[in-house]
């Protein structure tokens, strides 16, 4: 059973467009996470939900929109899509509580931005 | 703010040769570190992990020891193998309120030649 899964791995649209990432997670996991991985594999946290409660927002423009219908999934939306939005979006999820977990990731999402 | 730094890479060894990826890192409390790996067209997932100071985190023949006095968490392998070859993060994560935050270096390419 996969763990933490995304859907599309790969995404190729035009400037201008709209487009959704979806993730969801069978872990039973309270806390959900959106990353987005660079050409040079640097890692940048976007957001973070807890409980479907929005926890982290990065200085990510506001195109960006996360969205969890429920605990296990948590959902990208991207408006009016950029060159530089061309990148790896990684969805992951952990558990909460009084001490540091490890993530869990998904496969990743590559978004490729014509 | 709180930060991980890592060794660049990429690093390229030869099979069977020592590994030593460096990691240090800045934190206001007292965190949980981590070492995460990523192979090729993968998510991220967790290679150690420790959770206090003087902890060794193991796993996979790859090992690494929580540091509080020069602040590092270097990861060491005796004997790389091809299979090796990927690009590892070193994280730390700090809980408040209940809820983490994890903060990632900016990966290390490690390359293993037979």
């Given at each position: ?114 | ?8 890479g990429p690093v390229t060894l ?5 590994l030593?990826i ?58 790389v193998?091809?299979?090796d070859s990927a690009v590892y ?19 290390t390419k490690l390359q293993v030649?037979?």
């Amino acid at each position: 059973d996969t763990a933490v899964s995304q859907t599309p791995k790969y995404l190729v649209t035009q400037m201008g467009n709209d487009k959704s990432i979806k993730c969801e997670q069978n872990l039973g996991h309270d806390t959900m996470y959106w990353y987005k991985q660079d050409s040079k594999k640097f890692l940048k946290i976007m957001f973070s939900y807890n409980n479907k409660e929005l926890i982290i927002n990065e200085t990510v423009p506001n195109r960006f929109s996360p969205k969890s219908p429920d605990k296990a999934h948590l959902n990208l939306h991207i408006n009016s899509l950029e060159l530089g939005d061309s990148a790896v979006y990684f969805c992951a999820s952990s558990q909460a509580g009084l001490f540091s977990y490890e993530q869990y990731f998904g496969p990743g999402t590559r978004l490729t931005v014509t | 703010g709180d930060s991980v730094t890592q060794m660049e890479g990429p690093v390229t060894l030869s099979e069977e040769a020592f590994l030593t990826i460096n990691c240090t890192y800045t934190a206001t409390g007292y965190p949980s570190l981590f070492w995460y790996v990523q192979y090729p067209g993968e998510g991220l997932q967790l290679l150690l992990k420790a959770t206090k100071a003087d902890d060794k985190g193991s796993n996979k023949g790859f090992e690494a020891t929580y540091r509080k006095e020069t602040t590092s968490f270097h990861l060491e392998k005796g004997s790389v193998q091809v299979s090796d070859s990927a690009v590892y993060f070193c994280a730390l994560s700090l809980n408040s309120g209940g809820y983490q935050k994890v903060t990632f270096g900016t990966g290390t390419k490690l390359q293993v030649i037979p």
